[in-house]
Structures are given as C-alpha cells and as structure tokens.
Nanobody, 130 residues
Framework: VQLVESGGGLVQPGESLKLSCVAS????????IGWFRQAPGKEREGVSC???????TYSDSAKDRFTVSRDNAKNTAYLQVDNLKPEDTAVYYC?????????????????????????WGEGTAVTVSS
C-alpha cells in the first residue's frame, strides 16, 4: 500500500496550489481520502475528506479556500488551495480509511482528527512566503 503526495512547494501569498495524492495497493474507491496538515510547532489538523462516491466534508477552517476532489480511474485525490496565506504553511498529508468512507460527507461525520486512518502518505511541504 502506498500513498504519495506531490504538488507542494514555495509559493507567494495569494497564489494557488493543487496537491495530488496517488494511491496504490488497495481498492481506491472503497476508501475515503482525508487531507491533513501540520504546521511547524502545531498539532496535525484535518482539512477535508472525500468518499469514494464524492461525498465531501471540510473542516470549518477549510470551507472557503479549499477544494477536494478525486479521480477513481486514476487512483488519485486532489486538494486545491486558493488564495494561499502564510498560515497555510504546513506539511500536507493524504490518508485513506475504509470506515471513513461510510461517514465522510454525512451528518454522522465527526472531526476528521478523530479517525484513525488506515494508510498515510509521507506528506508534501507547502511554504507560503513573499
């Protein structure tokens, strides 16, 4: 099983980035993909999840500028971040979980941090600085 994130880098405030998460080794559409981030010196926080049928949940802090999507045919999930701010500087991780697939995007969804994800990627670093 492997999850590989890409698309991070150094960007200026106000720019956009689209992060990718390529999965292998499991049946992709049976798993929800969660996106998390960890800023320097802070705890990891959940950003968004997307189920295999495109049900979506965003954290309160991610509702305005973040867009999550997936392409099951390509075993790939995406996280687009618009109007990047210095406080978006973090390592961004994708993770997969089969149980989350049943609740992501539904009224039963709790905070993403409460879910123990089955598989994790290594992360991609995003630095927002002028």
């Amino acid at each position: 099983v492997q999850l590989v994130e890409s698309g991070g880098g150094l960007v200026q405030p106000g720019e956009s980035l689209k992060l990718s998460c390529v999965a292998s080794g499991f049946t992709f559409d049976e798993y929800a993909i969660g996106w998390f981030r960890q800023a320097p010196g802070k705890e990891r926080e959940g950003v968004s999840c997307i189920s295999g049928t495109d049900q979506i949940t965003y954290s309160d802090s991610a509702k305005d500028r973040f867009t999550v999507s997936r392409d099951n045919a390509k075993n790939t999930a995406y996280l687009q971040v618009d109007n990047l701010k210095p406080e978006d500087t973090a390592v961004y991780y994708c993770a997969a979980d089969r149980g989350l697939n049943y609740v992501c995007g539904t009224a039963y969804m709790r905070e993403l941090e409460n879910y123990g994800m089955n598989y994790w990627g290594e992360g991609t670093a995003v630095t927002v600085s002028s």
